[in-house]
């Protein structure tokens, strides 16, 4: 079978994909903004920000490692999607009331934290359903799919949505319409995706087609770490997690200070200095289809490989870039130009990244433990999400101290450099993980 006969339905499983990336971008924009209307300590505001990465930490590997053991007439992840991505939805709906005029910081703190709960709850599961579905050689060009239906909304929330912010009309039920309508209209599309998966996505029937192994046989959580960690069998699953957690830590700590870098570095204005990280975004957007396509034809391995040496050449491109382009005396407008177009090369090795791991590590999974390894995941790379910026950010102080503010932020590149080799060097010594390998044998629970 061909990755044609399988669009549709990887299309449809993207729309849980599209609603992630439709709340994040405005989440990560404008809940801050909220905070600030009450908060004077931004250490306060950063510390509510990390809710989301510490809910995923631990709400990720559990909801999908559960499951993994459901079973239900309509499947065993979708009872977990019909209630926590609708919830998401509604809660996501809810946090301009909180903010002013309309709430108080007591109200948006407790949506803000029902929302975390929700959206964390659902990723697992919404990440989960697609290696469930689709056959193991066509995971690569699937995931590139839903990757970019991910990027598309992540575009559709920025550009088109978040304008929508500063309009003030009256409607009914609703009031004023100021600093909603985003997530007003996010938190409908979130709930129609949700009945559109539901009605056109028949997870029993096609789980059943494209595994050979009784769902009704679930494998204990311990039994599944031992695999994954290499006890007595192959090391591969657990090298790509390490991989993947350099890797994240690399990204982690460049791209929330990439905007800051733009505007004290570059001297480009406070709105240019976001298409820094917009030119990763639509690269990723862009190039995660192709780089499944590639992959099927050369190997997810080389892939990523490829990928990872572009990222160092890159960063060591960005970092020799202000000083370089200063030495030629080029312009500011062409030193901007060449800087997002090393970022937007930057998107397109990044995509193909996290385009092909996932395949990589579902690769190595049975159908009864598809869940726990997409948790595991989550953990390792929302564990690098929340101790990354801290490290980078670190890294800047101490570097500015000591040289200066430019080679300080300039500082970033080299430590993602150090985590993209890590990485690497790691991914050297993974053995499985191709589409050409047989997929994971069920498990034989083990006595404890």
């Not at 494998?219 to 192959?234: Q, Y």
């Not at 991989?243 to 982690?252: I, V």
């Not at 590639?294 to 202000?322: E, W, Y």
Request: hydrophobic fraction near 50%; include cysteine.
């Amino acid at each position: 079978m061909t990755m044609k006969g399988y669009y549709k339905i990887t299309i449809l499983i993207g729309l849980g994909f599209f609603t992630m990336g439709l709340m994040d971008p405005l989440y990560d924009a404008y809940v801050p903004a909220f905070l600030d209307d009450y908060l004077d300590s931004k250490f306060l505001i950063g510390l509510i920000m990390t809710l989301d990465n510490v809910f995923a930490l631990f709400l990720i590997p559990l909801v999908a490692s559960l499951s993994d053991r459901t079973n239900t007439p309509i499947g065993r992840r979708m009872p977990y999607i019909l209630v926590t991505v609708p919830l998401s939805g509604i809660f996501f709906s809810l946090l301009p009331y909180g903010a002013t005029p309309y709430g108080t910081i007591t109200v948006l703190i407790l949506i803000i934290f029902l929302l975390n709960l929700a959206k964390q709850a659902a990723r697992g599961p919404v990440v989960a359903l697609m290696p469930d579905l689709v056959p193991a050689n066509l995971r690569s060009e699937a995931n590139g799919v839903i990757n970019t239906m991910g990027g598309i909304a992540a575009i559709v929330g920025t550009v088109v949505l978040a304008p929508m912010m500063d309009i003030s009309i009256d409607l009914p039920l609703i009031g004023n319409t100021l600093r909603k309508l985003p997530f007003l209209i996010s938190g409908v599309l979130v709930i129609l995706a949700t009945i559109l998966l539901f009605i056109f996505v028949k997870e029993k029937k096609h789980a059943q087609k494209n595994s050979s192994e009784s769902p009704e046989e679930p494998v204990k959580t311990a039994d599944s770490l031992r695999k994954v960690f290499g006890i007595n069998g192959d090391p591969s699953a657990a090298l790509i997690l390490l991989s993947l957690f350099f890797w994240f830590l690399a990204y982690q700590g460049i791209l929330p200070f990439v905007t800051i870098y733009s505007k004290d570095i570059l001297g480009v204005s406070e709105g240019l200095a976001g298409l820094s990280p917009g030119s990763v975004a639509i690269a990723y957007a862009l190039f995660a289809i192709p780089s499944g396509i590639l992959a099927h034809r050369i190997g997810r391995r080389r892939v990523i490989t490829i990928s990872l040496r572009g990222i160092i050449v890159v960063l060591g491109l960005v970092f020799i870039h202000d000083p370089l382009t200063s030495f030629f005396g080029l312009s500011s407008q062409v030193s901007w130009i060449t800087f997002l177009v090393l970022f937007f090369c930057f998107g397109i090795f990044w995509g193909s990244i996290v385009t092909n791991s996932f395949p990589m590590l579902w690769q190595m999974a049975s159908f009864t433990t598809m869940g726990i390894y997409t948790g595991l995941y989550y953990f390792f790379s929302q564990g690098a999400a929340i101790l990354s910026p801290l490290l980078s950010g670190g890294l800047i102080d101490v570097s500015t101290r000591v040289f200066g503010p430019e080679v300080g932020l300039r500082s970033i590149f080299l430590y993602g450099i150090i985590c993209m080799a890590v990485a690497m060097l790691l991914m050297a010594r993974v053995k499985a993980g191709e589409a050409t390998d047989l997929p994971a044998e069920p498990q034989t629970p083990q006595a404890d």
